[in-house]
Each structure stands twice: as structure tokens, then as C-alpha cells.
């Protein structure tokens, strides 16, 4: 048994976390410096698995470093730590940065994603690779794994033939498309989510309009890594757990309702935001791009997903202005 601090306004509390004996398995986490990347990586160790994190840029700790471009360093990799599971986090996910720099992006999204799969392949390894919501153009909702992709931006088409290739090179893969993520962030920049907190905490100084047209599901990490390791589990046991899955929480919120929700967990005013009812400019996004989970339910691999508003506190405490706060909820 561990124990977890788990933290919300005014409350801090231990949590008890149930640890797995060793099982004995591998797994090789792509992408284990970034969001998701952390929580799966952390996920699979709670389970008693040997986790093996690999990073480039912000690579430390025990993480190892790999540049994901480099076939060789890749297969080395693999061949060294024999992993029963490789589960591909790493990619570039910021749409307005895959517009600007896209051959870069499709590098890392589609080349190296074939380049790990046909590893996999060689080396008899499950691979799971994490996709995106934004293969589809959100008219239509909600979208079943076999509803036809149709992205509208650079992102989502990287994503979509970083799928393509997957099962090109690798055809046994799983694909996990998931939608926009938030979780424990190393700034709060780091997730789409989070980064409204600064607008949550310009107060009535400064009114912010933020956009309430464009539905999403924000997703916490921890859920959809607790999938991760539910998926790799049972395709070790069962041959047929392969394909494309969905996993989603069920809370579809704008901007605008992610930003209220967030003043209203610490007890901040939220009328100095303003909710824009039209399509924001700049990059084309998904109107509403609701994933059907049904596939994943009904052989029991998914997990019902925490609230938002339980959740956002733990994420994003450590970013109060008010350090007066934090010491208090210790006492």
C-alpha cells in the first residue's frame, strides 16, 4: 500500500493507493518527460511493471534519452531492454505548432512513429499508440472507432497517418485516441487546460474573453494511463485486443465552462470572463468531437473517469498566487 497527498481548497488528505507485486513485465514509454507520458510511465510502475521512460529535450532522472528520429538509437534501444510493450507517447500535439513547423511535426508524428512500430513488429512487441479526437472534424458526433476520419488541421492529419503507419508497420497495434488532456503539469502551459488558469486569475482587474463554442472533454492523465496499462494487460493474455479504441471523460465543457469551473474549485470570481460564442480564429478545430467508448467498456478496459472539478484542484494548487494558502492546508 502508498500513499498519495491529494490536495483541494482548504483540504489536504493521504490517499491510499493499492501496489502491484513486480509482474515482471517491460514496458517502454516514449514521450516519458511530457504529460501523458509522466502519468503512464507512473501508472505502469504502480503496477508492478519495470517501467522504462525514454525523453529527448527534457530528458533526467532516470529517464533515458533518445531521439526517436534516429532508427538506430531506437532499435538499440528495444533490443536492449526487451520490452514486452512499447507505449508511444511522444509526439508534437500543439496545433498551432504543427501548422508553423510541420515537416518537423511529421517527423515525429508519422516517420518516427512507423520507424518504433516496425521495431515492435520485428521484436514481437505489443504497441500502443496514443492518437487524437482531432481525426475527425466534429460535425457528426459522437465518433465510433470506424466513423470516417476527416481532421481539419495539420495536427490532426499528422496524427491520422501517424495511425496509418502504426498499422502499416505493425498491424496488431492498438491505437488509443484520447481528447484534450490535463493532469499534473510542470507549468501550466504545459496542457490546453491549465494554461486558463492564468485568465482564471486575472481577477475583475482585467475582463478575458475565452472561447464557448468549440466542445471538449477534458481528460485526466492518470485516466487514461489506468487504460494504457488495462490495454497492455490483457493483449499479453489475449491476441485480439487490437485495433483502434476510444477513451474519453464524460464532461463536455467549452474554454469558458473549463475556466468557470476552475475559479469556482478555489472560490475565485469568475465574472470577468466572457464567453465567446463564435468559432475563435486561427487554426480550424473540431466543432465537437465526441468519442463513443463503447468498444473499450464493453471488454471492460476502461475506467470511470474522475471529475474535473476534483481533479483540476490537484493540478493546479501548486500554481496559487496565494502561498498563505498552501501553508495553511497543512495545518
Same mark, same amino acid.
Given at each position: =500500500?502508498?500513499?498519495?497527498?491529494?490536495?483541494?481548497?482548504?483540504?489536504?488528505?493521504?490517499?491510499?493507493?493499492?501496489?502491484?507485486?513486480?509482474? $515482471?513485465?517491460?514496458?517502454?514509454?516514449?514521450?516519458?518527460?511530457?504529460?501523458?507520458?509522466?502519468?503512464?510511465?507512473?501508472?505502469?510502475?504502480?503496477?508492478?511493471?519495470?517501467?522504462?521512460?525514454?525523453?529527448?529535450?527534457?530528458?533526467?532522472?532516470?529517464?533515458?534519452?533518445?531521439?526517436?528520429?534516429?532508427?538506430?538509437?531506437?532499435?538499440?534501444?528495444?533490443?536492449?531492454?526487451?520490452?514486452?510493450?512499447?507505449?508511444?507517447?511522444?509526439?508534437?500535439?500543439?496545433?498551432?505548432?504543427?501548422?508553423?513547423?510541420?515537416?518537423?511535426?511529421?517527423?515525429?508524428?508519422?516517420?518516427?512513429?512507423?520507424?518504433?512500430?516496425?521495431?515492435?513488429?520485428?521484436?514481437?512487441?505489443?504497441?500502443?499508440?496514443?492518437?487524437?479526437?482531432?481525426?475527425?472534424?466534429?460535425?457528426?458526433?459522437?465518433?465510433?472507432?470506424?466513423?470516417?476520419?476527416?481532421?481539419?488541421?495539420?495536427?490532426?492529419?499528422?496524427?491520422?497517418?501517424?495511425?496509418?503507419?502504426?498499422?502499416?508497420?505493425?498491424?496488431?497495434?492498438?491505437?488509443?485516441?484520447?481528447?484534450?488532456?490535463?493532469?499534473?503539469?510542470?507549468?501550466?502551459?504545459?496542457?490546453?487546460?491549465?494554461?486558463?488558469?492564468?485568465?482564471?486569475? !486575472?481577477?475583475?482587474?482585467?475582463?478575458?474573453?475565452?472561447?464557448?463554442?468549440?466542445?471538449?472533454?477534458?481528460?485526466?492523465?492518470?485516466?487514461?494511463? /489506468?487504460?494504457?496499462?488495462?490495454? /497492455?494487460?490483457?493483449?499479453?493474455?489475449?491476441?485480439?485486443? !487490437?485495433?483502434?479504441?476510444?477513451?474519453?471523460?464524460?464532461?463536455?465543457?467549452?474554454?469558458?465552462? =473549463?475556466?468557470?469551473? =476552475?475559479?469556482?474549485?478555489?472560490?475565485?470570481?469568475?465574472?470577468?470572463?466572457?464567453?465567446?460564442?463564435?468559432?475563435?480564429? $486561427?487554426?480550424?478545430?473540431?466543432?465537437?468531437?465526441?468519442?463513443?467508448?463503447?468498444?473499450?467498456?464493453?471488454?471492460?478496459?476502461?475506467?470511470?473517469?474522475?471529475?474535473?472539478?476534483?481533479?483540476?484542484?490537484?493540478?493546479?494548487?501548486?500554481?496559487?498566487?496565494?502561498?498563505?494558502?498552501?501553508?495553511?492546508?497543512?495545518?
Amino acid at each position: =500500500m502508498a500513499l498519495r497527498i491529494s490536495f483541494s481548497p482548504g483540504h489536504v488528505a493521504l490517499v491510499k493507493e493499492e501496489v502491484v507485486a513486480p509482474s $515482471g513485465g517491460v514496458v517502454l514509454v516514449t514521450g516519458a518527460s511530457g504529460l501523458l507520458g509522466r502519468a503512464v510511465l507512473a501508472e505502469f510502475q504502480r503496477g508492478g511493471w519495470r517501467a522504462v521512460g525514454l525523453a529527448y529535450r527534457r530528458a533526467r532522472g532516470p529517464l533515458l534519452r533518445c531521439d526517436l528520429l534516429d532508427e538506430e538509437a531506437v532499435r538499440s534501444l528495444v533490443l536492449l531492454h526487451k520490452p514486452d510493450v512499447i507505449v508511444h507517447c511522444a509526439a508534437e500535439r500543439r496545433p498551432d505548432v504543427v501548422e508553423r513547423h510541420t515537416e518537423a511535426a511529421v517527423n515525429l508524428n508519422v516517420h518516427a512513429t512507423g520507424a518504433l512500430a516496425k521495431e515492435a513488429a520485428a521484436a514481437g512487441v505489443v504497441f500502443l499508440y496514443i492518437s487524437t479526437d482531432y481525426v475527425f472534424d466534429g460535425r457528426r458526433p459522437p465518433y465510433g472507432e470506424d466513423d470516417a476520419p476527416n481532421p481539419l488541421n495539420q495536427y490532426g492529419r499528422s496524427k491520422l497517418e501517424g495511425e496509418r503507419e502504426t498499422f502499416r508497420q505493425c498491424p496488431g497495434a492498438v491505437v488509443l485516441r484520447v481528447p484534450v488532456l490535463y493532469g499534473e503539469v510542470e507549468s501550466v502551459a504545459e496542457s490546453a487546460v491549465t494554461a486558463l488558469w492564468p485568465a482564471v486569475l !486575472q481577477g475583475a482587474a482585467e475582463s478575458c474573453i475565452l472561447d464557448h463554442c468549440q466542445q471538449r472533454f477534458p481528460t485526466y492523465t492518470r485516466d487514461v494511463a /489506468a487504460v494504457c496499462r488495462n490495454i /497492455a494487460e490483457r493483449r499479453l493474455q489475449d491476441g485480439s485486443i !487490437q485495433g483502434i479504441f476510444h477513451f474519453s471523460s464524460k464532461e463536455q465543457m467549452t474554454k469558458y465552462q =473549463m475556466a468557470v469551473a =476552475m475559479a469556482t474549485a478555489f472560490n475565485l470570481p469568475s465574472t470577468h470572463l466572457i464567453p465567446l460564442t463564435e468559432a475563435p480564429p $486561427g487554426v480550424s478545430r473540431p466543432q465537437n468531437p465526441q468519442l463513443d467508448c463503447s468498444r473499450l467498456q464493453l471488454l471492460g478496459l476502461g475506467v470511470e473517469p474522475h471529475p474535473f472539478s476534483y481533479n483540476i484542484t490537484s493540478c493546479l494548487w501548486p500554481f496559487l498566487p496565494d502561498k498563505r494558502w498552501r501553508q495553511t492546508v497543512f495545518h
